[in-house]
């Protein structure tokens, strides 16, 4: 039985950032994967430092056919919902997830990361992230209510045994900018009937609107997934880091038709104050797909 990445499940690091990669014209997936293989793990020992890699499904398909879900594809087209809200693609090839006790070490990671790839691919985006009083965002609510226990999650979110693409997980990575005045504005009931959960103690209203985001990301009806967001930014401009896996893309993708309004007729009433302005689908292989040369049979 193949093992999943580790840093998918590792709670407690307070400082995050999210690395998004292009592959240079005239690299090849054999290329790239190849540098990832012999950059291996983190350089740096301190700081509780964990990483998570992933790669543009059909540019792993093509490394390894035999290794990667036949289903499962980049996020390549705009997504658009009702009254014409869109949720953009912005597939990459390459995502390294750093995480880290401080963020000196993220700092020296990224540095260390974009040195050793650069002969095959170039960094496009880079996201930092970070805690807000626990386990917040950064609209005051609690975040991944419904998340499985850790102990479930495995089941979750890795491809099981027997399957093509055995022991890795699809990664949905969107950033989704807030409006804070917009959404400050709002009465803390107002705000309560947006979320469909309470603010101060994250009850679920009973009953909650139907176009609440409680109800329009149900995982009872679209599958369960596991939510490892993130806060990102600074106060003129921050929003959710959404890092969303599962062991089937399709739930992840219903969630996001949910939320547009292409399932259910409305709009989740969250998106009323906020917006996605990346979107990108990373398959996230498992760990003895990503041995180093030297490890290989």
């Known amino acids: 039985m193949r093992t999943a990445q580790y840093g998918i499940f590792t709670l407690g690091n307070p400082s995050h950032s999210f690395l998004e990669f292009d592959l240079l014209k005239g690299k090849t997936a054999g290329d790239l994967v190849a540098a990832v293989k012999t950059y291996g793990e983190p350089r740096t020992t301190g700081g509780g430092v964990n990483l998570v890699v992933g790669f543009r499904p059909e540019l792993w398909r093509q490394f390894s056919p035999g290794d990667a879900p036949?289903?499962?594809?980049?996020?390549?087209?705009?997504?658009?919902?009702?009254?014409?809200?869109?949720?953009?693609?912005?597939?990459?090839?390459?995502?390294?997830?750093?995480?880290?006790?401080?963020?000196?070490?993220?700092?020296?990671?990224?540095?260390?990361?974009?040195?050793?790839?650069?002969?095959?691919?170039?960094?496009?985006?880079?996201?930092?992230?970070?805690?807000?009083?626990?386990?917040?965002?950064?609209?005051?609510?609690?975040?991944?209510?419904?998340?499985?226990?850790?102990?479930?999650?495995?089941?979750?979110?890795?491809?099981?045994?027997?399957?093509?693409?055995?022991?890795?997980?699809?990664?949905?990575?969107?950033?989704?900018?807030?409006?804070?005045?917009?959404?400050?504005?709002?009465?803390?009931?107002?705000?309560?009937?947006?979320?469909?959960?309470?603010?101060?103690?994250?009850?679920?209203?009973?009953?909650?609107?139907?176009?609440?985001?409680?109800?329009?990301?149900?995982?009872?009806?679209?599958?369960?997934?596991?939510r490892r967001n993130m806060p990102f930014g600074n106060f003129t401009n921050h929003g959710t880091m959404f890092v969303g896996f599962s062991a089937d893309q399709v739930r992840l993708q219903k969630m996001l038709e949910s939320m547009a309004g292409l399932i259910g007729g409305q709009r989740d009433a969250l998106t009323y104050y906020t917006h996605p302005v990346t979107g990108a689908y990373y398959f996230v292989p498992a760990i003895e797909s990503l041995a180093p040369p030297d490890d290989e049979d």
């Open 70 to 226: 036949v289903e499962i594809s980049g996020f390549n087209r705009d997504l658009v919902g009702l009254d014409g809200y869109t949720m953009p693609a912005t597939q990459h090839d390459l995502v390294l997830w750093f995480t880290s006790s401080t963020y000196d070490y993220i700092f020296d990671l990224t540095r260390d990361a974009v040195a050793a790839f650069a002969a095959v691919a170039r960094i496009v985006d880079e996201t930092t992230s970070w805690p807000y009083h626990g386990k917040r965002d950064l609209t005051g609510f609690v975040d991944g209510t419904e998340n499985p226990k850790l102990t479930e999650a495995p089941e979750i979110v890795m491809i099981p045994p027997g399957r093509p693409g055995e022991g890795g997980s699809v990664l949905l990575l969107q950033k989704w900018p807030h409006d804070r005045e917009k959404w400050e504005a709002l009465a803390v009931s107002k705000q309560e009937l947006v979320i469909g959960r309470t603010k101060s103690e994250s009850i679920e209203l009973d009953p909650k609107p139907a176009d609440a985001h409680a109800a329009k990301t149900d995982q009872d009806v679209f599958g369960k997934v596991l």
